[in-house]
């Protein structure tokens, strides 16, 4: 409509998630709803710094005030053409980031406050709170004297406590990390055999709850394991120690894993660990195993 100034408008880009459509909002319009995606790196090309560097989120909610614009590409090699961002209240842009951080899909810092694939509280999303692209998967060998000298006694078996190993982690990284994250990367190298907790049993639940928990590194933990060796056109999700209870959860899922999979060919590769003291009688588990797949056995 001719000299209509602003136009609201629940969905933001079109180009979005259709290359072929070359449709876009004008500059004037204003959004009442914003997808969570459009507050993404890949969705905010040219503002986003590129590689590990964050961004404010007073910054980012700058970038919806109806005066920048973002980068796209439009074809491979040829520069990237500039499109306007409509308007957005900084209310609905903050609800769109806190679902991006809950998805996992941004990573927020603000002072000792990490916060990854959880709901971030009305303190945490401050204005002057930093955003970042997920963190990257740690392995078990990054936990290891080798990578956190600091957090680890000199002994012949060297030992150390929970909160010691994620204090550590966080100066060596320079930032809080996501403590979800660095539980379920300790569990992993727990249930791998690398570190081992002086008492109890089980896996860690949490920083507040564990951090007293003593963990040792005994002579006979073995080597770290190779890089998986993938097939090309393959990828793989990040390593995961699940519980009984959390593999029935996966046995239950896995319907709802096949339509955004679809076309995808998924494979899911299982190793189950246990404690190697001896005189444990494996046979029965082995048959119940071979049951399953031909050849399993522990």
């Not at 880009?13 to 500059?27: F, G």
């Not at 002579?219 to 995961?240: D, F, L, N, W």
């Not at 959860?249 to 319907?255: F, G, P, S, T």
């Amino acid at each position: 409509m001719a000299g209509l100034q602003k136009q609201r408008h629940s969905i933001w880009t079109v180009q979005k998630t259709c290359r072929e459509c070359r449709s876009w909002l004008p500059a004037q319009a204003t959004l009442n709803t914003l997808s969570s995606a459009a507050v993404l790196p890949d969705a905010l090309a040219g503002l986003w710094p590129k590689g590990d560097q964050g961004v404010k989120l007073a910054d980012l909610y700058s970038w919806f005030d109806g005066s920048h614009a973002y980068e796209e590409e439009t074809q491979p090699g040829y520069p990237a053409e500039s499109r306007p961002i409509p308007r957005v209240d900084y209310n609905i842009v903050k609800k769109a980031v806190s679902k991006a951080i809950q998805d996992g899909a941004l990573w927020l810092v603000y002072g000792n406050d990490s916060v990854f694939q959880d709901a971030p509280t009305a303190i945490q999303l401050d204005a002057d709170a930093m955003l970042y692209r997920p963190p990257a998967s740690l392995a078990a060998i990054d936990l290891l004297p080798t990578a956190l000298a600091g957090a680890w006694s000199a002994e012949s078996e060297p030992k150390t406590t929970v909160s010691s190993l994620y204090a550590d982690l966080k100066a060596k990284r320079g930032k809080p990390w996501p403590p979800k994250a660095f539980i379920d990367s300790l569990n992993a190298a727990l249930g791998q055999g690398f570190l081992h907790r002086d008492n109890g049993s089980g896996p860690v639940t949490s920083l507040r709850q564990d951090g007293s928990v003593g963990l040792t590194i005994r002579t006979e933990t073995p080597k770290p394991p190779e890089p998986v060796q993938m097939v090309p056109g393959r990828r793989a999700s990040s390593a995961a120690v699940l519980s009984i209870a959390e593999i029935q959860e996966l046995a239950d899922q896995v319907h709802a894993l096949t339509k955004p999979l679809a076309g995808l060919e998924p494979q899911v590769e299982v190793r189950i660990f246990v404690s190697n003291r001896a005189g444990g009688d494996l046979s029965a588990a082995n048959k119940i195993l071979d049951k399953i797949k031909a050849g399993w056995k522990l």
